[in-house]
Each structure stands twice: as C-alpha cells, then as structure tokens.
C-alpha cells in the first residue's frame, strides 16, 4: 500500500491566495470598508443607529478604490513598509524600556529634539532601503523627492522655530547645544 505524502507549505499557500487575488482585492476591499466604516460610526454623519446605511457606503467607496489598481497598488507597497516602521519603533521602545528601568520619565529637551532627526532618518531609510539587497538605499528618483520635498519643509519649520521661539538671553551660564545635550543625557542616567 503506498501512502500519499503531501508536503504542505506555508509558502504555497501564500502564493495561492496572491493568485486568487486575496492581496489585490479582498485585503485592500476590507481595510478600506472597516476604515470608511469606523469613520461614519464614530463621526455618525449619516445620522445616529444609521449602520446600514453605513456599511452601505463603506462598500461602495471599497469596491471602488479595488477597481483602481494604482491605488491598490500604492497601499500593497505602503503598509508593509510601514509596519516595518512600527515594528523599528516598538523594538527601539523596548530597548529604551530596558535600559532605563522602572524610574524612566521620557526624553526631553534638546535630547527629544536630536531622537525626533534620528527617528525621521530611521523612518526615511525603512522607507527607501531595498529589502533584497538593503544596499540601494536610495534611487536618483528618491533623492530629487526628498529634495523637492525636504527641503521647502526645512525651511518652512526653521522659520516657523525662528519666529515662534524666544531670543536666547545671554549670561554667563549661556552653553552650547553640545554641552547642553551632555547634560540632558546626564541627568537622563
């Protein structure tokens, strides 16, 4: 008697749904419909206990966005990447977590400032790193972005700290944003 032996694996599985179009039309069909769907329940547009109605909606906007590849497309790229953001983000807390014990009160101060540039640059390389090689870390089409986009962003923020934020006050106590920084990590210890 010969026993028939299939071999299952995960992997195969995966590439059946991709080839059924579970990826392409269910997955993005149902983020969008509970998304729009949360949304009217929240903000109640269509009127109180109108749930119905509701769902009724939050159909229709998610099988129109299905009918537009481009756009499924766009989400199919975005959300894994940025789940790799969170997962960056979750890892990093939990190293912080760990080496600063129970009595930790967060960063502050010009500490917070330089952990925000170094978590924009974190995010912007999980973004822009190629997961096959890692190496290519940005394109000549990624930079030109970020420099159309970067930028006009940095100049706006810096005016907007320059004209929002106080005149520093000399005094014979004035430091440097290094010393300062110094301090902060310190006093973080």
Not at 157 to 179: A, D, E, L, T, Y
């Amino acid at each position: 008697m010969v026993l028939l032996q299939a071999a299952f694996s995960f992997q195969d599985a995966i590439n059946y749904l991709v080839d059924i179009g579970v990826y392409d039309v269910f997955l993005p069909f149902l983020l969008v419909f509970a998304i729009i769907f949360a949304i009217l329940e929240k903000t109640k547009i269509l009127g109180k206990d109108k749930s119905n109605i509701n769902a009724i909606v939050a159909v229709v906007v998610g099988l129109l966005l299905v009918v537009q590849q481009g756009i499924v497309q766009i989400i199919n790229a975005f959300l894994p990447r940025v789940s790799l953001i969170i997962v960056v983000i979750l890892m990093g807390l939990l190293i912080i977590a760990m080496i600063a014990g129970k009595e930790y009160k967060g960063i502050q101060g010009t500490t917070l400032g330089v952990a925000m540039i170094l978590v924009i640059i974190a995010i912007i390389f999980a973004l822009t790193a190629s997961p096959s090689t890692g190496a290519n870390w940005l394109t000549s089409s990624d930079r030109e972005t970020l420099l159309r986009i970067g930028i006009p962003l940095l100049i706006f923020i810096g005016v907007i700290w320059f004209v929002v934020s106080k005149p520093p006050q000399r005094s014979p106590q004035h430091k440097n944003i290094f010393k300062k920084l110094a301090e902060d990590l310190r006093e973080e210890d």
